[in-house]
């Protein structure tokens, strides 16, 4: 073994969750150091959609119009479409605004609009880029990518992880792992974790085993996708089903289909399949593919112990359908950051980190059955035939299709409640105040100031510019909201907050919409941005609330 050294916080694992992680921790003043067995990031695509949710924790870090900068061009559209094959009869267009509309009905939202950064549509491999560079000129993120993490050793005070790269071997002394190592991970492996939940569907429209390509198809937007080109572009027909993920806008495609075997087919056979959806010749040029399970809906037993936790697939495993996914990982690393640099800065209590899984295990429980029920939607949609006939019997079965595409579609697009809905109801740090704002709801999100939700979003002013959402006055710590003219003073919560440690921020407001919005005159908002308790006056004992918020008992 060569030289050992030590680090507050270890995070295996440098995919988009890892990395933001690994940010996330850096804007809390937490050092880390980021093992991937990696030497590059994958240049093979992968996910394409960054939820709302996650774009705001891009927002946070000052990169989220970088990100809205990558993928597609400005004006592409975002939405989805369907037809029998690319040269023949469209079945239903699901339109969905691209990045320049986007920016366009933000400038004149409303100033209760539920979000500063409504979701945007480029592939995983382009962003993950962005972070792994952001995370590079960061001095306190040391990132290590061609390095495995092949053993854990916990012990009271520290973990020694074992670690092999080209140059040997070494053993790095962490306070805290994070294992943010994918589906196969070696730190649930180490835990001795189990996923539970159903595996893959038994569909032929992604389920079963499945294929993922990267292609290259030039002609495509301009022979035969014209004015219906979409950001997901759906060939259905008796033979096949495949989708087309645009990539660049121009030339580059992301295929996903469960219509040839993945461990036989060849480059040959998948250029050959996407000419048969597209109804005509056309170039093709396959430059990766790989193999892949669709359907699955895992998630782990348990999130970690001790020193040790988990966070996104390493955590649980989706469906692609909504692209839950990576999204529920992102929001896992938000929860995680601030609990890890508690314990590390020392003002956590003993169970702080034991309420991230009692917190996010839920929820992902939660996406894992919605992004499950869009696939089975989807593979419920019958494909005879008929829908490529040029008759009357042909015309109803692509109107009876169609109208069950479109259901689908729009179902995957109307994700709100999905990407700003997840409530910490009874999470054993947060302290109650009134009930949640009715039943969950997969389309709808209804913003509410009840303790265990996302805060509320409002826009402060009209540029809508860096500074003009209330996000954007959020501290990275506590942040304390004074609202209203006549708003209380909170001496006492304040004054705990710093014998205690615990970085707090107080921001005073003399807003009548955000007192409404608000309820309270005096709300405390988590460094997730979760509402962690509201009062009308100064807490008769702020100790005992900083206990239960810090996780102490």
Do not use: I
């Given at each position: 073994m060569d030289t050992s050294f030590t680090t507050p916080v270890a995070v295996v694992g440098g995919g988009p969750v890892g990395l933001l992680l690994a940010l996330l921790l850096d804007l809390h003043g937490v050092p880390c150091v980021v093992f991937d067995a990696q030497e590059n990031v994958p240049a093979q695509p992968r996910g394409s959609t960054h939820g709302a949710r996650t774009m705001e924790h891009y927002r946070r870090l000052g990169l989220a119009e970088r990100v809205r900068a990558?993928?597609?061009?400005?004006?592409?559209?975002a939405g989805i479409s369907f037809s029998?094959?690319?040269?023949?009869?469209?079945?239903?267009l699901l339109p969905w605004p691209g990045?320049?509309?986007?920016l366009r009905r933000r400038e004149t939202a409303d100033r209760a609009d539920p979000t500063p950064e409504p979701m945007h549509r480029a592939n995983q491999m382009y962003v993950e880029r962005l972070l792994r560079d952001h995370a590079r000129s960061r001095p306190r993120i040391t990132l290590c990518f061609g390095h495995t993490v092949t053993a854990l050793r916990e012990h009271a005070a520290h973990v020694d992880v074992d670690v092999r790269h080209e140059g040997g071997e070494r053993t790095v002394r962490a306070g805290y792992v994070a294992g943010c190592d994918g589906g196969h991970s070696v730190v649930r492996r180490h835990l001795g974790i189990r996923y539970e939940g159903e595996g893959t569907l038994d569909q032929d429209v992604l389920g079963r085993r499945s294929t993922a390509a990267h292609l290259r198809v030039p002609t495509l937007y301009r022979d035969f996708l014209g004015g219906r080109a979409a950001w997901s572009n759906w060939a259905v027909n008796s033979e096949l089903a495949l989708n087309l993920i645009a990539l660049n806008g121009v030339d580059e495609f992301f295929l996903l289909t469960s219509s040839v075997d993945?461990?036989?087919?060849?480059a040959a056979d998948l250029a050959g399949l996407v000419r048969r959806a597209a109804g005509r010749p056309l170039p093709v040029e396959v430059l990766s593919h790989r193999p892949w399970t669709a359907g699955a809906a895992l998630v782990a037993e348990s999130f970690g112990t001790g020193r040790i936790r988990l966070a996104g697939d390493a955590a649980h495993l989706f469906t692609p359908?909504?692209?839950?996914?990576?999204?529920?990982?992102?929001?896992?690393?938000?929860?995680?950051?601030?609990?890890?640099?508690?314990?590390?800065?020392?003002?956590?209590?003993p169970r702080l980190l034991d309420s991230y899984g009692i917190e996010r295990r839920p929820t992902a429980l939660?996406?894992?059955?919605a992004a499950r029920t869009l696939g089975q939607g989807l593979g419920a949609i019958a494909r005879p035939a008929l829908l490529e006939e040029d008759s009357a019997a042909g015309q109803a079965a692509r109107a009876k299709a169609g109208a069950e595409l479109a259901a689908y579609g729009t179902r995957t697009l109307e994700t709100l409640g999905v990407q700003l809905g997840a409530r910490y109801d009874g999470s054993p740090v947060v302290a109650e105040d009134g009930s949640a704002p009715g039943p969950d709801s997969f389309a709808t999100y209804t913003p509410s100031a009840v303790p265990g939700g996302r805060a509320p979003h409002l826009w402060l002013d009209g540029r809508r510019t860096e500074g003009s959402s209330l996000f954007d006055r959020f501290g990275p710590g506590f942040t304390l909201l004074r609202l209203g003219p006549r708003a209380p003073t909170a001496s006492g919560l304040e004054a705990a907050a710093l014998r205690r440690g615990v970085p707090l921020r107080t921001l005073g407001l003399d807003d009548p919409l955000?007192?409404?919005?608000?309820?309270r005159p005096l709300v405390l908002v988590r460094p997730d941005q979760h509402v962690a308790w509201r009062g009308t006056h100064d807490p008769g004992d702020p100790d005992a609330l900083w206990a239960r918020l810090t996780g102490t008992p």
């Open positions: 990558l993928g597609l061009p400005a004006g592409h559209a029998t094959r690319y040269d023949a009869h469209p079945l239903a990045t320049a509309e986007v993945p461990d036989t087919a060849t359908n909504g692209g839950f996914g990576m999204n529920t990982g992102m929001d896992d690393a938000a929860n995680l950051a601030w609990k890890l640099a508690a314990a590390v800065q020392g003002w956590a209590g939660r996406n894992t059955h955000a007192r409404e919005v608000y309820e």
